[in-house]
T-cell receptor
Framework: DQQVKQNSPSLSVQEGRISILNCDYT??????FLWYKKYPAEGPTFLIS?????DKNEDGRFTVFLNKSAKHLSLHIVPSQPGDSAVYFC???????????FGTGTRLQVFP | EPEVTQTPSHQVTQMGQEVILRCVPI?????FYWYRQILGQKVEFLVS????????KSEIFDDQFSVERPDGSNFTLKIRSTKLEDSAMYFC?????????????FGPGTRLTVL
């Protein structure tokens, strides 16, 4: 089941710079997208979400962009901080289902 | 800030034994979920639960699995006869809303090791 894909397993960014994490999806029925952050030995922590009727949502340092025609979304973190170092999961759902479908995750490392 | 809690944090069991994983969802949430993540793999949906009934379940959630809300605060996942391949992190989640768009909030997980 590859409905949600995160093709970059890892990303390394210098503190203060922008981190861009990408996610692609194949199911055109998806209408809600979420980003979660996960530290080792912890559960996924909700970061930010976007509905398919929007193309951008911003919350502090985090912005999610949705390109429906390309079936692509991205998470921008600016400025990046060492505490942002974690695994980031993209997830999606669609009307009529309860479940979230997750990508494989991207490990972000922010170095000083 | 309200959070989902799970116990135990780590459970070790012998193959064939029954295990019960416990969760306390966020207090004003009415929709509850279980997910699992096998080491190195994706987080996978197992089951959703509302109003004392299973709302949706995945192919993984076979007859060996069951869920229950035994009281007003706990939500449990039971595996009747564990197999080696049940070894995984099990995450409980809860949400205010039902179906998309709903934001699900996850607990810290229980690491289940089946020997």
């Amino acid at each position: 089941d590859q409905q949600v894909k995160q093709n970059s397993p890892s990303l390394s960014v210098q503190e203060g710079r922008i981190s861009i994490l990408n996610c692609d999806y194949t199911n055109s029925m998806f209408d809600y997208f979420l980003w979660y952050k996960k530290y080792p030995a912890e559960g996924p922590t909700f970061l930010i979400s976007i509905s398919s009727i929007k193309d951008k949502n911003e919350d502090g340092r985090f912005t999610v962009f949705l390109n429906k025609s390309a079936k692509h979304l991205s998470l921008h973190i600016v400025p990046s901080q060492p505490g942002d170092s974690a695994v980031y999961f993209c997830a999606a759902s669609y009307h009529g289902t309860d479940k979230l479908i997750f990508g494989t995750g991207t490990r972000l490392q922010v170095f000083p | 800030e309200p959070e989902v809690t799970q116990t135990p944090s780590h459970q070790v069991t012998q193959m064939g034994q029954e295990v019960i994983l416990r969760c306390v969802p966020i207090s004003n949430h009415l929709y509850f979920y279980w997910y699992r993540q096998i080491l190195g793999q994706k987080v996978e949906f197992l089951v959703s639960f509302y109003n004392n009934e299973i709302s949706e379940k995945s192919e993984i959630f076979d007859d060996q699995f069951s869920v229950e809300r035994p009281d007003g605060s706990n939500f449990t996942l039971k595996i009747r006869s564990t197999k080696l391949e049940d070894s995984a992190m099990y995450f409980c989640a809860s949400s205010e809303a039902f179906a998309s768009p709903n934001t699900q909030y996850f607990g810290p997980g229980t690491r289940l090791t089946v020997l």
